[in-house]
Each structure stands twice: as structure tokens, then as C-alpha cells.
T-cell receptor
Framework: AQSVTQLDSQVPVFEEAPVELRCNYS??????LFWYVQYPNQGLQLLLK??????LVESINGFEAEFNKSQTSFHLRKPSVHISDTAEYFC???????????????FGTGTRLLVSP | DAGVTQSPTHLIKTRGQQVTLRCSPK?????VSWYQQALGQGPQFIFQ???????QRGNFPDRFSGHQFPNYSSELNVNALLLGDSALYLC?????????????FGQGTRLTVV
């Protein structure tokens, strides 16, 4: 079974500093990878996704993630964070163990990004 | 487009009771999945419905059941509630086929069992 590991439960950072949130996955087959963000008392919002093609994917708000097949990683980065980026970030992999054609998402335990002034 | 809507937003139930949570998918989506997110944890897949049938199921007991209606909306039912069922329940809708199908999530229903 596929699994997702987020190595850091919490990452404190100062505003305008760079940040990296780490994600590793285990899989013996091709995967599709996602980063979701969850603001307090809200549901999940898709931040970015890797399906195929370029291993570097970007979001509209300055985040980027790089798919590294050899290291089975999909780390999320932002060169300069804002206070408003404070949230919980979840890495997820798409899984279809029974080959039904229907996907389910397997999530990591999340990383809380805390941006302070 | 209203996106995925869930009701109610908050709910308090007593241990042993039964609860029903509701979800309306995003316009154009016909597949609904339910996830349980315990405090401090990532969401865990409960089950998925397409064409009014359960297509996949996660590692949850039979106390958790669901239904999908012809208009694609869905319900999650939990019987004999336990304190450990307290969580945020998330509904996600998507198109059914392909591992690259993007799932859109609702705001969730916060269930507290006392």
C-alpha cells in the first residue's frame, strides 16, 4: 500500500523567509501527487499537483513543488512566505489499489506552517 | 458555482446515537468521496460513491454507511457513535475516472461525540 510521510509536524518561519515542507511517498507504481492547504476551520484546497511531464509544478500564489522519482519526494517550497500562508499543508498521493479506475487520496499527517512577523 | 457544500457545519451527538451528514457535489461532478479527519491528523478515506453504488471503501467499520442519490448528492451515516468518532468529516467530489482527477473538498462537518 502506498503511504505518505511528512517529516515535519510544524515549521515556524519568519515572514519573507524561504520555506520547504518535506514530503516522501512510498509506491512501486506510477503516482499522482498533490499538495492541499487547510486554513483554520476550513476544508482542503488544492495547492498544486503533479500528474506527468515537467517535474517542477507551480501554484498561482508562489508555491512550487518538485517531483523527484529517485528520492520518492515531492517537497513544497516558497521563496518568500507571508503571514497569510499560515495554515496546515497536506501532501497526498492518488491511489487505486484494486484497479477500479476510481481514485482515492492517501494523505500525510500534515505540516503546520507558522509564519510570524 | 457553489462548489461542494456540506451540512450541517457543526454537530454534537451523544455516544450511542446515530448521525447523518450531507454533501452536495460540485456542479458537473458525479463521484463523491468521504474522509474523516481526526484532530491533528490527515484525512482518512472512508468510502466513495459513483452511480449510487459504493465503489471503494477504506478501513472503517460497518457502522459507517453511505448513500448516493440520483442527483449525485450523498449522505454519510454513522451508527452507535463512539467518542472516537469525533472528527471533521470531509466530502470531496470529482469526475470518476483516472488517477489524475482533481478532488474538490467541502468545508466539512465538525462532529463532536460526548
Amino acid at each position: 500500500a502506498q503511504s505518505v510521510t511528512q517529516l515535519d509536524s510544524q515549521v515556524p518561519v519568519f515572514e519573507e523567509a524561504p520555506v520547504e515542507l518535506r514530503c516522501n511517498y512510498s509506491s512501486s507504481v506510477s503516482v499522482y501527487l498533490f499538495w492541499y492547504v487547510q486554513y483554520p476551520n476550513q476544508g482542503l484546497q488544492l495547492l498544486l499537483k503533479y500528474l506527468s511531464g515537467s517535474t517542477l509544478v507551480e501554484s498561482i500564489n508562489g508555491f512550487e513543488a518538485e517531483f523527484n522519482k529517485s528520492q520518492t519526494s515531492f517537497h513544497l517550497r516558497k521563496p518568500s512566505v507571508h503571514i497569510s500562508d499560515t495554515a496546515e499543508y497536506f501532501c497526498a498521493v492518488s491511489q487505486d489499489p484494486m484497479n477500479t479506475g476510481f481514485q482515492k487520496l492517501v494523505f500525510g499527517t500534515g505540516t503546520r506552517l507558522l509564519v510570524s512577523p | 458555482d457553489a462548489g461542494v457544500t456540506q451540512s450541517p457545519t457543526h454537530l454534537i451527538k451523544t455516544r450511542g446515537q446515530q448521525v447523518t451528514l450531507r454533501c452536495s457535489p460540485k456542479s458537473g461532478h458525479d463521484t463523491v468521496s468521504w474522509y474523516q479527519q481526526a484532530l491533528g491528523q490527515g484525512p482518512q478515506f472512508i468510502f466513495q460513491y459513483y452511480e449510487e453504488e459504493e465503489r471503494q471503501r477504506g478501513n472503517f467499520p460497518d457502522r459507517f454507511s453511505g448513500h448516493q442519490f440520483p442527483n449525485y448528492s450523498s449522505e454519510l451515516n454513522v451508527n452507535a457513535l463512539l467518542l472516537g468518532d469525533s472528527a471533521l468529516y470531509l466530502c470531496a467530489s470529482s469526475l470518476p475516472r483516472g488517477l489524475n482527477t482533481e478532488a474538490f473538498f467541502g468545508q466539512g462537518t465538525r462532529l463532536t461525540v460526548v
